[in-house]
């Protein structure tokens, strides 16, 4: 089967680099499928997860926390603020952030950025999200 080329790349440093049968994304308006020779295209990410389809259909899964993603006839490229494998999510620490987050939401004399503790609340959900996908498919408790 055909593969395509992917780069997961944070501020920090690369995730992610290897060929893949498939990609799937968190685009704001929708999770995106990429196969090779898929159409050109850039778009900006929602926090979430990607997952890349590998030759044989193991899947590795990444978290992301937005970001863009660019597709070329050849590459996909993810580049996001914080990325990381799946797996090194932390659990408690998400809980704990959307459980803030949630906090200063509700909060109504708190003096707050409520556009940053939606964001903070967004990522953190989607952290968790990503935790229990990955607990599905692994059978991993």
Same mark, same amino acid.
């Given at each position: 089967?055909?593969?395509? @080329?992917?780069?997961? &790349?944070?501020?920090?440093?690369? #995730? ?11 685009? #704001?308006?929708?999770?995106?499928? #990429? ?13 979430? !997860?990607?997952?890349? $389809? ?5 899947? !590795?899964?990444? +978290? ?6 660019? &597709?070329?006839?050849?590459? &996909? /490229? &993810?580049?996001? =603020? /914080?990325?990381m494998r799946a797996e090194d999510l932390d659990e408690a620490g ?11 939401? @509700? =909060? @109504?004399? %708190? =003096?707050? =950025? +409520? %556009? ?21 498919? /692994?059978? $991993?408790?």
């Amino acid at each position: 089967m055909a593969t395509i @080329h992917v780069d997961i &790349v944070s501020a920090e440093r690369e #995730i992610f680099s290897g060929e893949a049968e498939m990609v799937f994304a968190p685009a #704001i308006l929708g999770e995106l499928g #990429i196969a090779p020779g898929h159409t050109p295209l850039i778009t900006q990410l929602a926090p979430g !997860e990607v997952r890349v $389809r590998q030759a044989g259909g193991s899947e !590795e899964d990444f +978290y992301v926390s937005g970001g863009m993603l660019e &597709v070329q006839p050849k590459v &996909v /490229t &993810v580049l996001s =603020d /914080t990325a990381m494998r799946a797996e090194d999510l932390d659990e408690a620490g998400a809980l704990k952030a959307k459980e803030e987050a949630e906090r200063q939401l @509700h =909060d @109504h004399e %708190a =003096d707050l =950025d +409520y %556009a940053t503790a939606l964001a903070k609340n967004a990522e953190a959900a989607a952290q968790l999200q990503a935790i229990q996908r990955l607990r599905k498919r /692994t059978g $991993r408790s």
